[in-house]
């Protein structure tokens, strides 16, 4: 695996079939080695990532369920929402595998699907994650940020992915 440097710390990423991954443990673990599980499960507890899920679902799936997404949604964030990557899959028809299902397909591989991210889906997110910020401070209520977060999203990952991330990084 490659590894990418900064300020003393190494972030492992490697290359697929054309894509990049970033080990988001790697990530994890300069933020708290102690319980980089934690740090990982809330990450994917915040409403930021279930809607960045959502985006990539309707940009890669046309069988998304949005409707069921909407009832997750409105749970996100708060104190106790937990949603399993299965219960995800089976509930909004995303396209994905439980973690057993990815370490058989993936079995060459080292680590595990939460390891596992393209460059151009990090870009994206960090990109909604500011632009979000920006929005609460100029006062936009939360429906009104979604819906632009959501559009600024799908042209941001169509855009990426149409220049190749690859290119990026080289």
């Not at 889906?121 to 500011?130: H, R, T």
Request: a neutral charge; glycine letters at 4%; charged letters at 20%.
């Amino acid at each position: 695996m490659k590894k990418i440097v900064f300020d003393n710390n190494s972030i492992s990423f490697m290359q697929r079939n054309q894509d990049d991954y970033i080990s988001l443990t790697d990530m994890a673990k300069h933020k708290n080695a102690e319980s980089t599980g934690l740090v990982i499960s809330h990450w994917l507890s915040t409403r930021y990532a279930v809607e960045f899920l959502r985006i990539w679902e309707q940009v890669n799936n046309p069988s998304f369920n949005v409707t069921e997404f909407r009832n997750i949604r409105s749970n996100a964030g708060s104190n106790g929402f937990v949603l399993s990557a299965k219960q995800w899959i089976e509930r909004t028809n995303a396209i994905g595998l439980i973690s057993k299902e990815w370490r058989d397909a993936h079995a060459d591989l080292q680590g595990n699907v939460r390891d596992y991210a393209t460059v151009n889906q990090l870009i994206c997110l960090s990109n909604m994650e500011s632009l979000n910020s920006v929005l609460i401070k100029e006062g936009l209520p939360q429906s009104e940020r979604l819906q632009k977060l959501n559009q600024i999203a799908i042209s941001q990952m169509t855009v990426l992915e149409s220049i190749g991330e690859n290119k990026l990084l080289k």
